[in-house]
């Protein structure tokens, strides 16, 4: 019966943290800003990917969050980092702000360092410190090129407005399909983030654990996610061959910092580049944008003084 | 992505109903000038002129609401396109215009501003031609739509040198019924007024030339 009630506090808490990840999930941003789809279409979608992201991809993915940094990690700490960072993200989400998830999870790691006076490793703190401040340059700078790049190859090829039709069509294609790649591996690997606290207790089936946590992925997705997919989708006038320049260098290069094990941000990339495409578009970039740059400052010591706040209730409890 | 193909040939061949009516309107409107000049005005022509503004501005309200149909992915697109068929309906409207004003024009012309009448009739036609022959390579090949625009502008310049010969001669005779002078004059400016448009339109679809790339 004990372990029925740890179990049911557990699912709990990975119901809040799949569902603020969800919340927080702008991939969709570029489908919706270059109107390749709605929002109905898109959450549709987004459910669909967030389910069978976690369900195919879920089990594959196992993390340890804040494994590097904190040299003693127990399950109160663990705990702690996720549901503070489950907390920020909802906010967050909730003011339809993108923020960056290791962003907010490294803060709480190191504000827990900090307060249990635990040791923390400096050295690989500035290293990631270093990646969050690249991580918009890099966006900025490359989707600034390649719309560049673009745009002189549409000066030279673009031959009438069917011309134009025809190649942004393609570009359609192309953006969806790599969109619902990332949607469907960013499931798995936000799944993993989730439901890694729970894996071993009891007798709870895998396959039904990565269910709810699928499901309450698209929760957040469906009722706060949609608010951040149309701020960041609006931050600057999209088609789907700017869509393409945004998203893809985004894409490419996020996948080759995780191959070589650099942790870049894809939000912080994706707002960047999207303030790129405007500057080498000259199109205004929607007001407001400093409100995004504020949380992501924000981000870090918010979540560091709300992980203390939480640790010892959690600690009290586990 | 048949309906897609479907709905883009739908748009396309509703345009050239369009066009098909504003030239066709155009050509008669010539027709009736000509006409005009030679002294036998043909109202039933003029008739039809107005028949042709009506039937072009039924295929425009078919094509406007193929254009917002549906998700809009490319609005720039959709909304330049909107504006260009309504500035080819104005010029439609002109002629209608005239050609309502030519049915009750009570006078014959001064024979002395017949072949300077001619000419600015005639580049009426071409000018309207070349545009909607612009607005046709606008689909298509941006290159020669550009060059058009300019052989639009020479013909307006040349319409413009008519249109003065006209009124200098039209202004010399005090003696004529001012009436007459007033109206022969009307009937000029608005032939001039509808190449002055084309040459508007033209502008504004180079401008568009230049504006796609950097989309």
């Known amino acids: 019966m004990a372990l029925l009630g740890i179990l049911v506090v557990f699912l709990v808490i990975v119901i809040i943290i799949a569902f603020g990840i969800g919340g927080n999930d702008e991939t969709f941003a570029g489908i919706y800003g270059s109107r390749i789809l709605n929002m109905k279409q898109i959450m549709i979608l987004a459910t669909i990917f967030a389910i069978t992201g976690a369900l195919l991809l879920g089990e594959a993915v196992s993390k340890t969050v804040g494994k590097g940094i904190l040299v003693n990690l127990d399950d109160a700490i663990v705990i702690t980092i996720l549901i503070s960072t489950a907390i920020w993200l909802i906010l967050s989400s909730a003011l339809r702000l993108p923020i960056s998830t290791t962003h907010a999870t490294i803060g709480a790691v190191i504000g827990l360092g900090i307060a249990l006076n635990e040791k923390l490793d400096w050295m690989k703190i500035i290293e990631l410190s270093i990646w969050w401040v690249l991580s918009p340059i890099i966006g900025f700078v490359v989707s600034f090129i390649v719309f560049k790049l673009m745009r002189a190859y549409k000066i030279k090829h673009l031959n009438g407005f069917q011309s134009l039709e025809k190649t942004e069509k393609s570009f359609t294609y192309i953006v969806l399909i790599i969109i619902c790649i990332t949607a469907f591996s960013r499931a798995g690997n936000d799944c993993s983030n989730a439901v890694g606290i729970v894996v071993g207790i009891g007798d709870i089936k895998v396959n039904l654990l990565l269910l709810i946590t699928g499901l309450s992925l698209a929760g957040g997705l469906l009722v706060l996610g949609r608010g951040v997919i149309k701020n960041v989708g609006r931050i600057t006038e999209l088609y789907p061959s700017t869509a393409f320049a945004s998203q893809i260098p985004t894409a490419g290069i996020l996948f080759l910092g995780t191959t070589l094990g650099i942790p870049l941000s894809g939000s912080h990339m994706l707002v960047a580049s999207l303030v790129g495409l405007s500057k080498a578009s000259h199109t205004p970039a929607k007001k407001g944008l400093w409100k995004i740059v504020l949380i992501w400052l924000v981000t870090f010591p918010a979540a560091a003084i709300l992980s203390i706040i939480i640790y010892l209730p959690v600690n009290s409890f586990f | ?215």
């Open chain 2, 1 to 215: 992505m048949k309906f897609i193909k479907d709905k883009r040939s739908e748009l396309l061949n509703t345009s050239k109903d369009f066009y098909r009516e504003v030239l066709k309107g155009s050509d008669l409107l010539h027709g009736c000038i000509n006409d005009l000049i030679d002294g036998k005005l043909n109202k039933n022509k003029l008739e039809e002129v107005i028949q042709c503004e009506h039937k072009a501005d039924q295929a425009k309200e078919k094509y406007i609401n193929i254009l917002y149909k549906g998700k809009r992915s490319l609005p720039f697109l959709v909304e330049d396109r909107y504006r260009l068929i309504k500035y080819l309906d104005i010029v439609s409207d002109n002629s209608e215009d005239l050609a309502h004003g030519l049915i009750v024009y009570p006078f014959k012309l001064f024979d002395d501003i017949k072949a300077d009448m001619k000419i600015i009739n005639d580049l009426y036609q071409e000018s309207i031609e070349s545009l909607v022959e612009m607005v046709n390579l606008m689909e298509m090949d941006f290159k020669t739509a550009y060059q058009k625009s300019f052989h639009i502008e020479t013909l307006k310049r040349s319409a413009r040198e008519a249109k003065y010969k006209i009124l200098g001669v039209l202004y010399q005779k005090p003696k004529e019924k001012s009436l007459r002078v007033y109206l022969t004059s009307k009937i000029c400016i608005k032939v001039y007024d509808m190449i002055v448009r084309a040459e508007e339109i033209s502008d504004y679809l180079r401008s568009l030339i230049v504006k796609y790339p950097s989309k």
